[in-house]
């Protein structure tokens, strides 16, 4: 385990940040720099199926130990990428040792505060050691740390044969963060009954409940002319969309506004020109049928607004992205059930959360392979606050092993 920091300050100093404007799978070619490394120290290991494939996708398998033949396949799985939002190059990580509980000020950046008082997982963090970067970048540690901990679990197990386990496989993934993740995955290569992400936050938590995610488009075809002869002509999509855009509610149904199991309709991207204008938004709630509403919603905001304009046109198109997991889950209570077995074996008292957001295993889960998500420790992710405690990824590493345990002690 005392692996851990030591590569996952190796990793995160890999740019692979994704591109979600990209048409070629991965997204990014450097993604691959950081998959040809981890392939090696695989094979290092001594995994010696570890391999990278012609879509960016490590695959590799840690040998049974157990003389038991039924024991199910787990798979554990973690993204390479880092977020579009914030740069990932030249991230330079600092480890705060023995965290003494002052606000953490980053060097190159000193607007960059890491505030105990704003970030409420911290109060237990004092006097663990605490990787920050330095305040021009992200850290990555979303999903870096969890590439690290199943790395550190994989080097612990091939190194300790004792320790009875079924097949084990892994899983590292390009494109998570602009929602591909999954996208060209080959699950009857990869050879998994059920499976894990390791792309949580706080210590001691499982999620095993996502949004249900579509994502939505607003093409709007106004009337263009010649803006010095444009009286009673000229109906310019730019306003149009500027007027949905303001129709939407200012105290509810926004990401700004919303918590716990409330969804919300949030636009990410305006392009146009007075004669054409597109609005991208995504859509989330915890259930198809509230996914339904807010999307009948926002076609009746577009509708509305049209009304003021009879020569134009708009057209809401809407695509799914992923669906909750838990609708899979339940169905194999087991997968869930024996991971909060292994945190408590880790020395913790598990909690069960549902994410605002989702995860590879949200689609993992509906292709077949049923997939919670494990935390690893990462927090402010998707920010130049992104931190991560040192002593939460060795417990992650930790739940790993007990959770490869516990499938084969509970195999009869």
């Known amino acids: 385990m005392s692996s851990v920091l030591e590569r996952f300050l190796t990793y995160v100093q890999i740019d692979t940040q994704s591109d979600p404007h990209s048409t070629s799978f991965p997204s990014t070619e450097k993604q691959r720099k950081l998959s040809q490394l981890l392939v090696a120290e695989l094979q290092e290991l001594g995994i010696e199926d570890a391999h990278l494939d012609e879509h960016g996708y490590v695959y590799a398998t840690i040998p049974a130990t157990?003389?038991?033949?039924?024991?199910?396949?787990?798979?554990?799985?973690?993204?390479?990428?880092?977020?579009p939002d914030v740069t990932g190059a030249g991230v330079e990580p600092i480890v705060h040792r023995n965290w003494d509980g002052s606000d953490i000020v980053l060097p190159l950046d000193r607007n960059q505060v890491i505030r105990r008082s704003e970030h409420p997982d911290l109060e237990a963090q004092i006097g663990n050691d605490i990787v920050t970067a330095s305040g021009n970048t992200l850290l990555g540690a979303d999903n870096k740390a969890g590439v690290a901990e199943i790395m550190a679990a994989a080097e612990y197990?091939?190194?300790?044969?004792?320790?009875?386990?079924?097949?084990?496989?892994?899983?590292?993934?390009?494109?998570?963060?602009?929602?591909?993740g999954t996208e060209k995955v080959d699950l009857e290569k990869l050879g998994a009954d059920y499976g894990y992400t390791m792309d949580g936050e706080t210590v001691g938590t499982?999620?095993?409940e996502t949004f249900t995610?579509?994502?939505?488009?607003?093409?709007?075809?106004?009337?263009?002319?010649h803006p010095g002869f444009a009286k009673g002509k000229l109906e310019n999509a730019l306003k149009i969309a500027a007027e949905i855009l303001t129709a939407l509610?200012?105290?509810?149904?926004?990401?700004?506004?919303?918590?716990?199991?409330?969804?919300?309709?949030?636009?990410?991207?305006?392009?146009?020109?007075?004669?054409?204008?597109?609005?991208?938004?995504?859509?989330?709630?915890?259930?198809?049928?509230?996914?339904?509403?807010?999307?009948?919603?926002l076609r009746g905001i577009m509708e509305q607004v049209l009304t003021r304009y009879p020569h134009s046109k708009a057209n809401l198109e809407v695509r799914e992205q992923?669906?909750?997991?838990?609708?899979?889950?339940?169905?194999?209570?087991?997968?869930?059930?024996?991971?909060?077995?292994?945190?408590?074996?880790?020395?913790?008292?598990?909690?069960?959360?549902?994410?605002?957001?989702?995860?590879?295993?949200?689609?993992?889960?509906?292709?077949?392979?049923?997939?919670?998500?494990?935390f690893a420790g990462e927090h402010a992710f998707h920010s130049r606050l992104e931190w991560v405690s040192?002593?939460?990824?060795?417990?992650?590493?930790?739940?790993?092993?007990h959770l490869a345990q516990v499938w084969e002690e509970k195999t009869v």
Do not use: W
């Open 213 to 225: 995610a579509d994502g939505a488009v607003i093409t709007i075809e106004g009337v263009s002319t």
């Open 206 to 208: 499982l999620e095993d």
């Open 157 to 180: 197990l091939m190194q300790h044969p004792e320790i009875r386990h079924g097949e084990i496989k892994i899983l590292f993934t390009p494109d998570e963060e602009v929602g591909r």
């Open 249 to 297: 509610p200012k105290d509810r149904l926004s990401p700004e506004t919303t918590e716990g199991m409330e969804g919300f309709i949030h636009p990410v991207h305006l392009e146009g020109i007075q004669e054409k204008a597109t609005i991208e938004f995504i859509i989330r709630d915890f259930s198809e049928e509230g996914l339904k509403q807010k999307e009948d919603f």
């Open 66 to 83: 157990t003389s038991k033949d039924n024991v199910p396949v787990i798979c554990f799985c973690s993204h390479v990428d880092t977020s």
């Open 390 to 401: 040192v002593q939460d990824m060795e417990k992650a590493v930790e739940v790993i092993i």
């Open 322 to 374: 992923y669906r909750n997991m838990k609708v899979v889950l339940d169905h194999h209570p087991e997968v869930v059930e024996y991971a909060l077995e292994a945190i408590r074996r880790a020395g913790m008292e598990p909690e069960r959360r549902s994410i605002r957001g989702g995860t590879d295993g949200s689609r993992l889960s509906f292709m077949g392979l049923p997939c919670p998500n494990i």
